[in-house]
Nanobody, 124 residues
Framework: QVQLVESGGGLVQAGGSLRLSCAASGRTFTNYVMGWFRQAPGKEREFVATLKWSTGTTYYVDSVKDRFTISRDNAKNTVYLQMNSLKPEDTAVYYC?????????????????WGQGTQVTVFS
């Protein structure tokens, strides 16, 4: 049984930083893509970043490039999202997700596995 468990959300002032973690268990993720999505109230779930587990290749939505970094720790089977220079518009529930293969990596409907989400609130 695959489980993705996020942690690390919280309340932070604009310009600050947070690091989200996603602990994955239940299968081997070598051929998987692990992504982060976010959803603000009244808005559709939005792609943030993704990482191809086997190669470490990463992709980002333009609005977070140069501010967010997705990475992995193979030994801990954990994916991270380091978020710097946070803005109020980054406020959302952040979800970790996993899918097989890189195709359509930015479409949330293509992801099979999901965590429970963690709230990130950025105040000015």
């Amino acid at each position: 049984q695959v489980q993705l468990v996020e942690s690390g959300g919280g309340l932070v002032q604009a310009g600050g930083s947070l690091r989200l973690s996603c602990a994955a268990s239940g299968r081997t993720f070598t051929n998987y893509v692990m992504g982060w999505f976010r959803q603000a109230p009244g808005k559709e779930r939005e792609f943030v970043a993704t990482l191809k587990w086997s190669t470490g290749t990463t992709y980002y939505v333009d609005s977070v490039k140069d501010r967010f970094t997705i990475s992995r720790d193979n030994a801990k089977n954990t994916v991270y999202l380091q978020m710097n220079s946070l803005k109020p518009e980054d406020t959302a529930v952040y979800y970790c997700a996993g899918k097989f293969g890189l195709l359509d990596y930015n479409r949330y409907s293509q992801y099979r596995y999901w965590g429970q989400g963690t709230q990130v609130t950025v105040f000015s």
